[in-house]
Structures are given as structure tokens and as C-alpha cells.
T-cell receptor
Framework: GAGVSQSPSNKVTEKGKDVELRCDPI?????LYWYRQSLGQGLEFLIY????????KSGLPSDRFSAERTGGSVSTLTIQRTQQEDSAVYLC????????????????FGPGTRLTVT | AQSVTQLDSHVSVSEGTPVLLRCNYS??????LFWYVQHPNKGLQLLLK??????LVKGINGFEAEFKKSETSFHLTKPSAHMSDAAEYFC??????????????FGQGTILTVHP
């Protein structure tokens, strides 16, 4: 079946502009996550959504970052007033739920959006 | 709190020889542990996972890992390396309690190079 998809695959923007990154999770997956992968910082958790619960935003690096998930499916990560340090690959993942009886469900990752802020 | 330490940033092996990628974890709760692989310019792919069932976990492409609670380790092994195994490998922990619930914490990654 279809995996996690993200768009755009690449985004170049000028410093100070706002950007929106989109994620389409696997159908039926209730949990959706955003991560950032950058040189020197590795892979960082940003935010997750689980069903209708309030999202866990504890990983968002500043108030310029926000995310929403509409209808329990598609998610959009918005970065306002982009800075050069925001340049990274933004990864989205989804899973059946946070955890089952044996432990955490594996997360399936999309191909990422490479964001370059000039 | 949860954390992961991958003990080697780079590992180089010859084709046909064994692979060992080392990982130690810290977890306040019973952890779930994963290994993911990332080939150049590709997305992350799950190799295998441990979720409190069998301590020896078999994954795709001949990889396996053993959960050792006493050593807080989850090392990844493969008996015979193939050229296509060259990639970056991430050890990942997920706590099932506390403030880290539901989050994956990634190690810094180990780049595996396979020589002909």
C-alpha cells in the first residue's frame, strides 16, 4: 500500500519568509510525528499527534514553529519568519498508535522535505 | 528520560565479514528499541524492533539484534556484510512512560562502509 508522503520534496526560501510542509500519513494510522534531521544535530523530535488528543509540542524549537492535523489525517508543519538555522530535512512519520500491548509501534517515515533557507 | 548512545560514528568492514554496530540505551521505563537504516538520499527504513517479547530479534536483510537488559545494550549484527549494506544506521529508543511517552529518541548514527 501507499506509504507516508511528504511535499514538497525540496523547498528553497528566503530568510524571513513563512513555509508550509505537508505530510500524508499511511491510511489508518492514528499517530503522526514530525522530526528534523540536520547536520550536527542528528534527528530531533518536534511534535506528535495521537488521535483526538492534544498534540505533544514539547520538541518544537521556538514559537515560530507550529503544526496542525486536520481530520485526523493530513498534517501541516508551518515555520514562520524562517531563519538559516531552520535549514534541515523535515521528516514525517506515522504509526498505528503510540503503543500496543507489547510496546511501541514502529513508525514509518516519509522521504522528507529538504528545506534550505537562503 | 531516555537516551541512546551509538558507540561508533563510523564502522568499516570488508564484504563477507561480520558486522557489529554497538548501541547502549538509557530508559526510565520498559523501552521499545529499534534499528533504522538510511541509505544516501533515501528515507528511514525499519530494520528490526524489540518490544518486550523475544530478546533476540531478527530483522530484514539478515540483520539481528539482542536486547541485554543487564548491559543496557542493543547491538546490531550481521554475519556477512554485503556491499548494499553501506548506509547510516540509527539505534532508537521509545519509552512507554513519563514525559518521553510516544517519542523516538535517535542515536547519532553509525555510518557503515563496506569494502570489496
Amino acid at each position: 500500500g501507499a506509504g507516508v508522503s511528504q511535499s514538497p520534496s525540496n523547498k528553497v526560501t528566503e530568510k524571513g519568509k513563512d513555509v508550509e510542509l505537508r505530510c500524508d500519513p499511511i491510511s489508518g494510522h492514528t499517530a503522526l510525528y514530525w522530526y528534523r534531521q540536520s547536520l550536527g544535530q542528528g534527528l530531533e523530535f518536534l511534535i506528535y499527534f495521537q488521535g483526538n488528543s492534544a498534540p505533544d509540542k514539547s520538541g518544537l524549537p521556538s514559537d515560530r514553529f507550529s503544526a496542525e492535523r486536520t481530520g485526523g489525517s493530513v498534517s501541516t508543519l508551518t515555520i514562520q519568519r524562517t531563519q538559516q538555522e531552520d535549514s534541515a530535512v523535515y521528516l514525517c512519520a506515522s504509526s498505528l498508535s503510540l503503543s500496543g500491548t507489547l510496546g511501541a509501534y514502529e513508525q514509518y517515515f516519509g522521504p522528507g522535505t529538504r528545506l534550505t533557507v537562503t | 528520560a531516555q537516551s541512546v548512545t551509538q558507540l561508533d560514528s563510523h564502522v568499516s568492514v570488508s564484504e563477507g565479514t561480520p558486522v557489529l554496530l554497538r548501541c547502549n540505551y538509557s530508559s526510565s521505563y520498559s523501552p521499545s528499541l529499534f534499528w533504522y537504516v538510511q541509505h544516501p538520499n533515501k528515507g528511514l527504513q525499519l530494520l528490526l524492533k524489540y518490544t518486550s517479547a523475544a530478546t533476540l530479534v531478527k530483522g530484514i536483510n539478515g540483520f539481528e539484534a539482542e536486547f541485554k537488559k543487564s548491559e543496557t545494550s542493543f547491538h546490531l549484527t550481521k554475519p556477512s556484510a554485503h556491499m548494499s549494506d553501506a548506509a547510516e544506521y540509527f539505534c532508537v529508543v521509545s519509552d512507554l512512560g513519563g514525559t518521553s511517552y510516544g517519542k523516538l529518541t535517535f542515536g547519532q548514527g553509525t555510518i557503515l562502509t563496506v569494502h570489496p
